[in-house]
């Protein structure tokens, strides 16, 4: 009797969790993964295995085990690749994606040109916000708690966190180390890979 209610409950979890996709429109597909992830809804919170061209819905929490890699493409117009032992957070908003970083490292990289009047993509974390179009911007949570972004290509407008927060725009070649009471930029320093980490290595999908 208690196995059925069991197997029951597993059962009931798991139509809960597909009817709360279905309700939420998609935000985003798993196009590359290396090793393991898991994804949390929002209703009920419970962690599932990431797979290979899963759906991934707004407000779904995917985080990465260790050795390994996600890489997601969100609307068609921004490639997420995230790195081993991160956790990150996809929201929608009024003309705006946000990516929302507690812990590792992410490379985001938006196309311009698929971007409509008024769109853009957000990177936030616990200090900053990183607003872009048309730029390879890798965003990193240090161990220390600060945020550091990092532009490979195009440019990024970074702010601390707050209405009285400092701002900056970084370009190619730029970062931006963001703390809770300062915000500094600076060149990139020479012989500094801001993508390690963020590249496929070992048995992996992708499309």
């Given amino acids: 009797m208690r196995r059925a209610l069991a197997v029951t409950a597993g059962l009931l979890t798991q139509v809960c969790v597909l009817a709360t996709a279905a309700a939420q429109e998609r935000a985003g597909v798993v196009t590359t993964l290396t ?21 991934v819905f707004g407000r779904d929490r995917i985080a990465t085990s260790e050795q390994s890699l996600v890489r997601l493409l969100l609307g068609g117009k921004a490639l997420v690749t995230v790195r081993e032992l991160s956790t990150f957070t996809i929201t929608e908003e009024a003309q705006r994606a946000v990516v929302d970083l507690q812990s590792g490292k ?36 240090l161990p220390n708690g600060d945020s550091l972004f990092s532009v490979v290509s195009g440019f990024a407008d970074v702010c601390q966190s707050g209405a009285a927060g400092a701002c900056a725009t970084i370009t190619k070649g730029e970062r931006a180390l963001v703390g809770l009471t300062a915000l500094r930029s600076e060149a990139i320093p020479a012989g500094t890979d801001p993508e390690a980490g963020l590249r496929p290595g070992g048995p992996q999908h992708t499309t």
């Fill in 35 to 55: 090793g393991s992830a898991t994804v949390a809804r929002n209703v009920p919170t419970q962690s599932l295995p990431l797979k290979f061209k899963d759906d």
């Fill in 106 to 141: 992410i490379g985001v990289a938006a196309a311009r040109q698929l971007f409509r009047p008024g769109e853009r993509l957000e990177i936030r974390t616990q200090n900053a916000v990183a607003g872009i179009r048309g730029t390879l911007l890798i965003a990193e949570m």
